[in-house]
């Protein structure tokens, strides 16, 4: 019995060894690149860009900045940006939660949406899905607030962090800190899925879930790692579906559908959780997100039925990232 258990303990620990190998070569180049750019200041301008983009969503175009950090950086960075401008720049608590619904849609677009390509789509493809769906995400919420009337109350901030700049040492020991817990969290889910897989959990898990996932294009063998990206991140969940892809388990119409659905809807604990902090409502942070990115997902599901094979392998689907067709 102990042998067993050790010598399954050594498979998860290899196996999350080479998991973390594919990611981190393509997390590592674009965190440095990231890096550089925000030193450079090329955000500001990439915020010129968004100014008129966020009064589609009924935002001032000063959020441009909040929402260009997000999308170069991560959460945190955009948020950071977000207390350095509230004082000055009042909203509502129905403009906060559509800030927050599109920053939770669509972040750190450069690491994620490459880490999204390694699992089974096209990089310009799977950027548009989440910059597009965040837009659209949130115009739709402006007008049902503006509409209904709803959330049109001053937003008061109950909690700002102190805020300072890291030096290069204290950037870079965070960043290690960053990939030591994506591994360590890897390490855990590749426990649980052996457990859950070995007591025949996952068939029921697969079985609860496909009346709800199998509508938007996601088979049988991606219910379970979908779910956990889901709940636990883009991350954790696009380093299982690359080995699954790899081992040939899962379809490239599956890893595509997966990847979008992860891509509009993950970390929905922690980061909705996060944006609730600052004031965003869960009708939208939470509950809206996910049923919009059911549908949204739904939706090009139905549309790619009507496009021909070689469409989507060209422009939508990355079939070197499956051994099954």
């Not at 170069?72 to 129905?94: E, K, M, Q, S």
């Not at 310009?124 to 959330?151: D, P, Q």
């Not at 109350?153 to 700049?165: A, D």
């Not at 299982?240 to 040939?248: N, Y």
Request: a positive charge; charged letters at 15%.
């Amino acid at each position: 019995m102990l042998k067993k258990l050790l010598k399954s303990a050594l498979a998860i620990l290899r196996e999350s060894i080479e998991m973390c190998v594919v990611l981190f070569r393509v997390m590592i180049p674009i965190i440095i690149v990231v890096k550089i750019l925000e030193e450079l200041g090329a955000i500001k301008y990439l915020a010129r860009f968004l100014e008129p983009v966020m009064e589609l969503a009924g935002l001032p175009g000063s959020m441009g900045i909040v929402w260009a950090t997000t999308l170069t950086t991560n959460l945190y960075g955009g948020l950071i940006v977000f207390f350095a401008l509230a004082p000055d720049n009042p909203l509502t608590v129905a403009q906060v939660t559509v800030l927050a619904s599109m920053m939770l849609v669509a972040h750190s677009m450069l690491v994620e949406v490459k880490i999204a390509h390694k699992a089974g789509s096209r990089f310009i493809a799977m950027f548009m899905i989440r910059f597009g769906g965040a837009l659209i995400f949130g115009m739709i919420l402006n007008f049902v607030y503006k509409f209904s009337g709803t959330l049109q109350n001053k937003n008061i901030l109950v909690w700002t962090p102190e805020t300072k700049n890291p030096t290069l040492m204290e950037w870079g020991f965070g960043q290690v800190l960053n990939l030591l817990t994506i591994w360590i969290v890897i390490v855990i889910l590749l426990a649980v899925m052996d457990t859950l897989k070995k007591f025949k959990l996952t068939d029921v898990i697969a079985r609860l879930l496909r009346p709800i996932l199998a509508p938007v294009g996601i088979g049988h063998e991606a219910v379970n790692i979908t779910t956990i990206g889901m709940i636990l991140g883009l991350t954790c969940g696009a380093g299982l579906i690359i080995k699954e892809a790899r081992a040939g388990h899962i379809g490239k119409r599956d890893l595509f559908f997966s990847m979008a659905l992860m891509g509009l809807c993950h970390s929905i604990i922690e980061d909705t959780l996060l944006m609730a902090a600052i004031g965003a409502h869960f009708s939208g942070i939470f509950l809206g997100r996910i049923l919009f990115s059911l549908f949204f997902v739904f939706i090009l599901e139905r549309v790619t039925m009507l496009l021909p094979e070689s469409f989507l392998d060209k422009y939508l689907f990355n079939p070197h990232a499956s051994g099954k067709k």
